[in-house]
């Protein structure tokens, strides 16, 4: 893939502290998958069985893990190729349009509202009265934060995302469009056949260095602060209720919803389409597998999976004997017949 940026293989090699394999002069002006690339691309290769098909394939050179059989074409030699290639994504990663450091003209900007060094405000960005804007915050068009929110140094805000009133976002987080930061919580109250709402007068949290995907929403709590915790990242069209509690370096896959007051440990992963039932607590280190439904606490460092979830072994255990249902049927039938004769003979 072209993108206007060159590099030697040499400088490549020393960005992300690898041991060179080949001419340190070989020009490298893009970045592909082992089945596209092409000549002045580089790629990586996790495994062997990868790396062949990298040794074969039409790239100028390859990251690769230290240990991988040699091969002919030049190589960066790490331990972790991934971890080396993106680093070498960043290297050559296009320009994204950032707004012009300072206020776009045609944004609003409450007069109590602070904006700090080297922040940049699109245009059509709205700052509500109080909120506070950290040094080199970038916040893209059609942006939205609310009254005395607050945003951490470091922050990129991707357009039309909204951050609602009293919101704090940690520093160096990422949202991307169209995400919802402190909406209302899900709460009512039946009285007389009529649901009634209780107020929302909570916050939300999201720490330091999470990331938040497209259209995803995090919900404020009742009382007291819905938080996301350090590190943690957050895919597209996920639903965190609230007052949950996700703890640090977690990972929520898409489509994920967590119903309000629940905890999810330090070091999760939740998978696509999970759904967790509120007031459920999740324990640290657990993994829990796409389309899982989870009604009840999980222990710390469990493998789930199913509906409702159970351990992932004996959920695996249940889908093959479901399997073989039809067979048992049949053969129910069959013995049922033959019983129905011997009967009938008598």
Known sequence: METHKEWTLGELAAMVGGELEGDPLLRI????????????????????KKASAAAGGGASAVVVRRGTRPFAKPRIVVDDPRLA??????????????????????????????????????????????????EGVVLYPGV???????????????????VRERVVIGRN???????????????????????RKIPQIGTVIIEDDVEIGANACVDRATMGATVIGKGTKVDNLVQ??????????????ALTGIGGSSE???????????????????????????????CANIPPGAFVSGSPAR????????????????????????????????????
Not at 174 to 194: L, T
Not at 269 to 293: E, F, M, N, Q, R
Request: aromatic share 4%; net charge negative; proline share 6%.
């Open 264 to 294: 999810i440990g330090a070091s999760c992963t939740l998978a696509g389409a999970v759904g967790i039932k509120d007031h459920v607590k999740v324990g640290p280190g657990s993994v829990v597998a796409a389309h899982t439904l989870v």
């Open 173 to 195: 987080v990422i949202i991307h469009p169209g995400a919802v930061i402190g909406a209302d919580g899900f709460g009512y109250v039946e009285s007389g056949g009529v649901r």
């Open 311 to 346: 351990p992932h072994r004996e959920q695996l255990a249940i889908e093959a004997a479901a399997r073989k249902l039809p067979e048992f049927l049949e053969r129910v039938r069959s013995l049922e017949a033959e019983i129905g004769e011997i009967k009938r003979s008598r």
């Open 85 to 134: 290639f993106a680093r070498i994504l960043a290297a050559f990663e296009p320009e994204r349009g950032v707004p012009a450091e300072g206020i776009d003209p045609r944004s609003v900007v409450h007069p109590s509202a602070t904006v700090l060094r080297g922040a940049r405000v699109g245009p059509n960005v709205t700052v509500e009265a109080g909120a506070v804007i950290g």
């Open 144 to 162: 939205y934060i609310g009254r005395e929110a607050k945003v951490g140094a470091g922050t990129i805000i991707y357009p039309n995302v909204v």
């Open 240 to 253: 965190i209720g609230h007052n949950v509690k996700v703890g640090e370096h977690c990972v929520i896959v």
């Open 29 to 48: 002006t893009g970045v592909a998958p082992i089945d596209e690339a092409g000549p002045g691309d580089v790629t990586f290769a996790e495994d062997d």
